[in-house]
Each structure stands twice: as structure tokens, then as C-alpha cells.
């Protein structure tokens, strides 16, 4: 099956600096790979995804990148704020209906 | 978007007794809908995919029998945990695709306690 590994597992950076969160994932066949924001408490949120064939999307201040060759997706956060401090995860998945593998999430702290 | 709603948000058994959770796709049908498992700190793990009108797949090392799934409409799944343990105490979490886009929508979550 599908298998998911997420770097780094705990990120710090000042507000307004980047962040950059990276993940790679063994199965081929994945085409579609969502990032997903957990905050304490609830339920994950789609914070912007991309398809195999796409390399670069970006969705103001948040852009996702992937290398299907070298089965690499990044997650890169511009001008951070405060209220981006949540644990993210990276997910990858097959098919129509969504059945995705979770990497391991990263605790992004903002610090102001 | 799409909203999907669990119920109850949290709740605290004793153990041997059973608990059941509510996932509800409120704005859409939903044929298939995941359940998830989290533990503290860790990443949600499939625990088995619910299908409308046909019985669930579960995944490997999940017991089918502890954890029955009932998906009795296109708009609700429930997750049963029978003879709770404290070690099944974990945030249970389903989603949904949508049908009209390939996005999967999460609850909100339910934190169950086992005392």
C-alpha cells in the first residue's frame, strides 16, 4: 500500500518568515495529494491540493509543488502569521472518492 | 463547501459499555464514507471505508467485530465501539467524498474517553 513520510515533525519560524514542509510518497500510482490543517481539537481541513498533472499550485500566501518523479511534494507557506500555528498533514491517495494515506503531520509554531 | 457533521463531539464511557458515533454529510449524498482513527500526537489512520447499502471494508488489524459500521442512507454512517477498552480512548474522525468533486470533506471529530 501506499506509504507517506512528512519532514520536518515540528517547525518554528517568526511571523512573516516561510515555512516549507516537505513529504515523499512510495506509490506511483497516487495522483492526487491533498495538504490538509489540523487545529487542537478538530477535524483536518483542506488547505489546497494538487493532481499529478500539475507541478505548482498556489492559492495566495499557501503553494503546494510536486515532482512525480522523484515522488516529492512540498507545502510552502509565505509571510506566516500567528494564526497559522496548527499541525499539517500531507496525504496522498488513488481514485475518485478519496481514500487518502496521512503522512505523519508537522506542529508548525508561529512565533510573533 | 461541503459540510460534514459528526455527533457527539466528545464523550466518556465506562469501559465494557458501547458507544456509538454519528456521521452525517449534510449538504450531499455520500455512497462511501472513511472512518479514521487518531491517536495523540500521531496521524489518522484508516480504520475502514463505510459503504451505503452493502457492508464495510475494513482495514487489516481492525476488528470488524469491535468496530461495526452501519452506513443505513446516503447521508449518514455511524461507527459503534462495542465493549469499549481505555485503550480504544482515541479522536475518531470521518470524511466523505462528494461526488461532484474528487475532495473529501472531515467531521469535526469525536474524542471518545474510556474509563
Known amino acids: 500500500g501506499e506509504n507517506v513520510e512528512q519532514h520536518p515533525s515540528t517547525l518554528s519560524v517568526q511571523e512573516g518568515d516561510s515555512a516549507v514542509i516537505k513529504c515523499t510518497y512510495s506509490d506511483s500510482a497516487s495522483n492526487y495529494f491533498p495538504w490538509y490543517k489540523q487545529e487542537l481539537g478538530k477535524g483536518p481541513q483542506l488547505i489546497i491540493d494538487i493532481r499529478s498533472n500539475v507541478g505548482e499550485k498556489k492559492d495566495q500566501r499557501i503553494a503546494v509543488t510536486l515532482n512525480k518523479t522523484a515522488k516529492h511534494f512540498s507545502l510552502h507557506i509565505t509571510e506566516t502569521q500567528p494564526e497559522d500555528s496548527a499541525v499539517y498533514f500531507c496525504?496522498?491517495?488513488?481514485?475518485?472518492?478519496?481514500?487518502?494515506?496521512f503522512g505523519t503531520g508537522t506542529k508548525l509554531q508561529v512565533i510573533p | 463547501g461541503a459540510v460534514v457533521s459528526q455527533h457527539p463531539s466528545w464523550v466518556i464511557c465506562k469501559s465494557g459499555t458501547s458507544v456509538k458515533i454519528e456521521c452525517r454529510s449534510l449538504d450531499f449524498q455520500a455512497t462511501t464514507m472513511f472512518w479514521y482513527r487518531q491517536f495523540p500526537k500521531q496521524s489518522l489512520m484508516l480504520m475502514a471505508t463505510s459503504n451505503e447499502g452493502s457492508k464495510a471494508t475494513y482495514e487489516q488489524g481492525v476488528e470488524k467485530d469491535k468496530f461495526l459500521i452501519n452506513h443505513a442512507s446516503l447521508t449518514l454512517s455511524t461507527l459503534t465501539v462495542t465493549s469499549a477498552h481505555p485503550e480504544d480512548s482515541s479522536f475518531y474522525i470521518c470524511?466523505?467524498?462528494?461526488?461532484?468533486?474528487?475532495?473529501?470533506?472531515f467531521g469535526q471529530g469525536t474524542r471518545l474517553t474510556v474509563v
Open positions: 470524511s466523505a467524498p462528494n461526488g461532484e468533486s474528487t475532495e473529501a470533506f
Open positions: 496525504a496522498a491517495s488513488y481514485g475518485g472518492y478519496q481514500k487518502v494515506t
